[in-house]
Nanobody, 126 residues
Framework: QVQLLESGGGKVQAGGSLTLSCAAV????????LAWFRQASGREYEFIAG????????EYADSVKGRFVITRQIGNDTVVLQMSNLRPEDTAVYYC???????????????????WGRGTQVTVSL
């Protein structure tokens, strides 16, 4: 079974940028769809961005569209989330998630992803 590891979180000032990575530390998600979610303190998980198998399609939440870019690096089991023009409301723990079911479809519900990483903290200050 694939295991995911996120990296790249940290603290940044508003307007700054961060790049998060999600790698398969065991197994592979080469034939799966992937997504980034986030959870701010006291709030529910929020879908941020997703990419289908083969990187044929991507989707973004309205809250990050135009600021975040998800990229799937074919062949090395890595997905990158480039975040720019960060805002304090982007502060959250960011998780990557994957699932082998319906790999061509990007799903936005947490129940549609069975494998999750442990998350990485992103803090944006004024």
């Amino acid at each position: 079974q694939v295991q995911l590891l996120e990296s790249g979180g940290g603290k940044v000032q508003a307007g700054g940028s961060l790049t998060l990575s999600c790698a398969a530390v065991s197994g592979s998600f080469a034939t799966s769809r992937l997504a980034w979610f986030r959870q701010a303190s006291g709030r529910e998980y929020e879908f941020i961005a997703g990419v289908s198998f083969g990187a044929m399609a991507t989707e973004y939440a309205d809250s990050v569209k135009g600021r975040f870019v998800i990229t799937r690096q074919i062949g090395n089991d890595t997905v990158v989330l480039q975040m720019s023009n960060l805002r304090p409301e982007d502060t959250a723990v960011y998780y990557c998630a994957t699932d082998v079911r319906s790999p061509w479809d990007i799903r936005r519900a947490t129940d549609d992803y069975r494998t999750w990483g442990r998350g990485t903290q992103v803090t944006v200050s004024l």
